[in-house]
């Protein structure tokens, strides 16, 4: 069993940054990964990056491709994504999540523990 607890969301302009954060409690977390993941209104959950917890590989869909960094800081178990540029369509509630598998799979049944999320609100 994993509990994830997401922060950081909030109300800001487009072109503003945030960084959102995913505390994992867990013995261990080295043979998962850990996505980010977002759903806005009316819409599906979608992935937007992931990471491996052991190395660090890491993915991108083409959306957050330079404009979104994941990284994670093993000491605290902890997973950031950076969000640089957003933009109006970014709105979302940001959600982290578990992949047993540590292969970054892109679909979102692959992946398990959910956090409760955090709302990201991008103003034009």
């Known amino acids: 069993q994993v509990q994830l607890v997401e922060s950081g969301g909030g109300l800001v302009q487009a072109g503003d940054s945030l960084r959102l954060s995913c505390t994992a409690s867990?013995?261990?977390?080295?043979?998962?990964?850990i996505g980010w993941f977002r759903q806005a209104p009316g819409k599906d959950r979608e992935i937007v990056a992931a990471?491996?917890?052991?190395?660090?590989?890491?993915y991108y869909t083409d959306t957050a491709k330079g404009r979104f960094t994941i990284s994670r800081y093993t000491a605290n178990n902890t997973v950031l994504l950076q969000m640089n540029s957003l933009k109006p369509e970014d709105t979302a509630v940001y959600y982290c999540?578990?992949?047993?598998?540590?292969?970054?799979?892109?679909?979102?049944?692959?992946?398990?523990?959910w956090g409760q999320g955090t709302r990201v609100t991008v103003s034009s």
């Open positions: 990471i491996k917890w052991e190395g660090g590989r890491t």
């Open positions: 867990a013995r261990t977390l080295r043979t998962y990964g």
């Open positions: 999540a578990v992949d047993p598998s540590g292969l970054l799979p892109t679909i979102v049944e692959r992946y398990r523990y």
